[in-house]
């Protein structure tokens, strides 16, 4: 029972996915060439669903994004290439429709983090290694002992060698 | 742990280490500073929240600013409403209108439903589009509720709701007299919202 339960966690995760593929699973909303159809999932994985927000409309049970696919196979139908479909999309909802959204100087932060944490963190690294090499040693350097705990050292090594046991 | 005696402090070994526990210091209050952010982010966040001027589901509208999009609608079976074109709205109004995208079915459209009333009353007109619903239940719902509508287009396939950018209903746009989308708000219209902004909105648009 145990084990079946494990296993039944480690599966949970793709349950989500599964689902998901069977939002698109209906044959009737298919384009019949296949070529067209692989062209919209493709265009479909890029659109947000506005309703569900993190799912594409590809990926969506939501009545919106049910209308959105249909839309984006009538325009491919009718010989739109890929870029004006997301073109029309975009018209009408905006940059929060794009999954990708567009370099713009109100997205340039998003878009800069990956490198600006990467820099970042490679410069305190430096800085790290740096500072380490002009104080060579200062981790393990230790003070030369006393008199007074040099004596009292060895009293209690005495004192340890005399208890210890055999 | 040490029981007997005292260990004699160890003096700063020199200048630099001193200098670098020193400025090692404020690292111990870095997470607490750190915190006090977050807290503030997150009071913030709900203020923003309970004021409405953070809402994490709202979408920008792609349309303010521009003339509303080409559209022609049928009216609402037996309603005895004309219905809504793109026509209407572009051809002169004589003041600012507003199009509120509705269903029978949404809970929220009957919460604002009295608003819409009463914004009709007062003059604003009011323009409807029935969004995916059965005509008898939206004329049912008008002759339980009242109709605020001046002309009222049925899209029941929801295909010009996506041409107006509508991600859920209600919606409601406000219109300029040149046909110009001028304002829009996703979700019920609330006394508050219709105080503080679509009433200095209408005004200024008159």
Known sequence: MPRRAALFLLLAPLLPAAAARGAVGDPAERLADPALEARARAIGRELRCLVCQNQSIEDSNADLARDLRRLVRERIAAGASDAEVVRFVHARYGDFVLLRPPLTAATALLWAMPALALAGGGAAILLALRRRRAAPDAAVETAPLSEAERARLAALEAEGGERRPS | ?206
């Open chain 2, 1 to 206: 742990m040490n029981d007997t005696g005292s260990l004699p402090h160890a003096p700063p070994r020199d200048a630099a280490a001193a200098r670098t526990a020193r400025s090692r210091r404020w690292l111990l209050y870095a997470p607490l500073a750190a915190a006090g952010g977050a807290v503030l982010g997150f009071w913030a966040l709900l203020r923003g929240l309970g004021t409405g001027r953070y809402d994490p589901r709202g979408v920008p509208s792609a349309l303010i600013g521009q003339p509303v999009p080409d559209f022609a609608l049928p009216p609402l079976e037996g309603a005895g409403l004309p219905g809504l074109s793109a026509a209407d709205l572009r051809g002169g109004l004589e003041r600012p209108a507003l199009v509120n995208f509705w269903a029978s079915w949404c809970v929220p459209c009957l919460v604002e439903h009295p608003l819409l009333m009463r914004l009709a009353r007062e003059g604003t007109p009011v323009f409807g589009i029935n969004y995916k619903d059965r005509p008898e239940d939206a004329r049912a719902f008008l002759g339980r509720h009242g109709n605020p509508f001046a002309r009222l287009g049925a899209d029941q396939p929801g295909r010009v709701a996506i041409d107006w950018g509508v991600y859920g209903v209600p919606e409601t746009y406000l219109v300029d007299r040149g046909g110009v989308i001028r304002w829009r708000w996703a979700g019920p219209l609330t006394p508050p919202l219709l105080e503080s902004e679509l009433r200095p909105l209408l005004r200024r648009h008159a």
